[in-house]
């Protein structure tokens, strides 16, 4: 069974940062395509950032790139995203996930294991 863990939420203010991890337990980490999203009440969860196994690839949408960071740590099981100069639009509650399939990296429906979410409240 595959198990995933956020951490690093939090409250900071606009232009501060933030780390989030997510520490995935169970089956081989290294082959999993691993996703950021976040979710606002009454909004669809979107994606944010994600990485893949092998080369490193990373992608982000475009609410955030150039701020956030995604990374992968196999040796550790842990995937990170680095988040810089956040605004009060980024305040959401953030869900790292696992995918094994090969394909659109930014679709949720690819992702078949979740983490339970973590809390980032960005104040003005």
């Known amino acids: 069974q595959v198990q995933l863990v956020e951490s690093g939420g939090g409250l900071v203010q606009a232009g501060g940062s933030l780390r989030l991890s997510c520490e995935v337990s169970?089956?081989?980490?290294?082959?999993?395509?691993m996703g950021w999203f976040r979710q606002v009440p009454g909004k669809e969860r979107e994606f944010t950032a994600g990485?893949?196994?092998?080369?490193?690839?990373?992608l982000y949408a475009d609410s955030v790139k150039g701020r956030f960071t995604i990374s992968r740590d196999n040796a550790n099981n842990t995937v990170y995203l680095q988040m810089n100069s956040l605004k009060p639009e980024d305040t959401a509650v953030y869900y790292c996930?696992?995918?094994?399939?090969?394909?659109?990296?930014?679709?949720?429906?690819?992702?078949?294991?979740w983490g339970q979410g973590t809390q980032v409240t960005v104040s003005s």
């Open positions: 990485i893949t196994w092998g080369d490193h690839r990373t």
């Open positions: 996930a696992a995918s094994t399939v090969v394909g659109d990296i930014k679709n949720r429906s690819n992702y078949r294991y």
């Open positions: 169970g089956r081989t980490f290294s082959y999993y395509r």
